[in-house]
């Protein structure tokens, strides 16, 4: 797999087991609380 260095930054491909804290960073958000809904465990269609 591919990686770019950035100085401290990696970038790669999230994988499927990145999706929950994805779902998290984005439901944090003022508006992707508004439209994303962190549960734990995640519904199944995020999965």
Same mark, same amino acid.
Request: hydrophobic fraction near 40%.
């Given at each position: 797999?591919?990686?770019?260095?950035?100085? /401290?930054?990696?970038?790669? $491909?999230?994988?499927?087991?990145?999706? *929950?804290?994805?779902?998290?960073? #984005?439901?944090? /958000?003022?508006?992707?609380? $508004?439209?994303?809904?962190?549960?734990? *465990?995640?519904?199944?269609?995020? #999965?």
């Amino acid at each position: 797999m591919e990686q770019i260095y950035n100085k /401290d930054l990696i970038f790669r $491909k999230a994988r499927k087991g990145d999706i *929950p804290n994805i779902v998290k960073m #984005l439901a944090d /958000d003022e508006l992707g609380s $508004k439209r994303e809904d962190y549960k734990v *465990p995640l519904p199944a269609e995020l #999965l």
